[in-house]
């Protein structure tokens, strides 16, 4: 039972008050409360979760990616999304290619610090399969794979312009076009 409780009360689903009692807090029973009870259970993060983080770190690697990226920089970024587009077309699961996306745009920052909080977060979700789980699913939608590729597409116009705040605001969009296909897949 204690453990039960404790599971709750990291989930954010209870509120332990020593001498007061558990209760159940204010968003105890909203959707994203219910994903993090089962990411805990399979001793996992929650996808949402996830997303906050990269949302918290990708765009500013965006932004620094188009002050400092090298050409070699970007031939690599060219290379994953036309190996993303490749495995759209045939019908494949583009999920490597897209997450080795992210991790070398992380990596043309060039600021280390965040390459390495982006390969951390890049390596959850690759182990994760909770996370696994909720994004094939996200990506079974019609059109999503197509949808994704040309967000990265996008993101790699404005790094290559140089265009800093363009990058920064289209990678900050396109995780709130995966947050929403993963609360898509949870609502």
Same mark, same amino acid.
């Given at each position: 039972m204690r453990e039960a409780i404790r599971v709750l009360e990291q989930a954010g689903v209870l509120s332990v008050r020593m001498?007061?009692?558990?209760?159940?807090?204010?968003?105890?029973?909203?959707?994203?409360?219910?994903?993090?009870?089962?990411?805990?259970?399979?001793?996992?993060?929650?996808?949402?979760?996830?997303?906050?983080?990269?949302?918290?770190l990708e765009p500013e690697c965006a932004r620094l990616a188009a002050q400092h990226a090298h050409a070699g920089d970007l031939r690599e970024l060219q290379r994953l999304i036309a190996a993303q587009a490749k495995c759209v077309a045939d019908g494949t699961d583009p999920s490597e290619a897209d997450l080795d996306f992210h991790l070398a745009l992380s990596q043309a920052s060039h600021n280390s610090v965040l390459a390495a909080l982006v390969e951390h977060l890049t390596e959850m979700m690759r182990r994760q399969s909770l996370?696994?789980?909720?994004?094939?699913?996200?990506?079974? @939608?019609?059109?999503?794979? #197509?949808?994704?590729? *040309?967000?990265?597409?996008? /993101?790699?116009?404005?790094?290559?312009?140089?265009? @800093?705040?363009?990058?920064? #605001?289209?990678?900050? *969009?396109?995780?709130?076009? /995966?947050?929403?296909?993963?609360?898509?897949?949870?609502?």
């Open positions: 001498g007061s009692g558990t209760y159940v807090s204010d968003d105890g029973g909203s959707e994203a409360a219910a994903l993090r009870v089962l990411a805990a259970l399979q001793g996992d993060h929650s996808p949402l979760d996830i997303i906050v983080g990269r949302r918290g996370w696994r789980e909720i994004k094939s699913r996200s990506l079974s @939608h019609p059109g999503r794979t #197509e949808r994704y590729l *040309a967000e990265h597409r996008e /993101i790699l116009e404005h790094v290559s312009e140089r265009n @800093h705040d363009a990058a920064a #605001e289209s990678m900050a *969009a396109h995780l709130d076009s /995966i947050a929403a296909g993963l609360r898509d897949e949870v609502g």
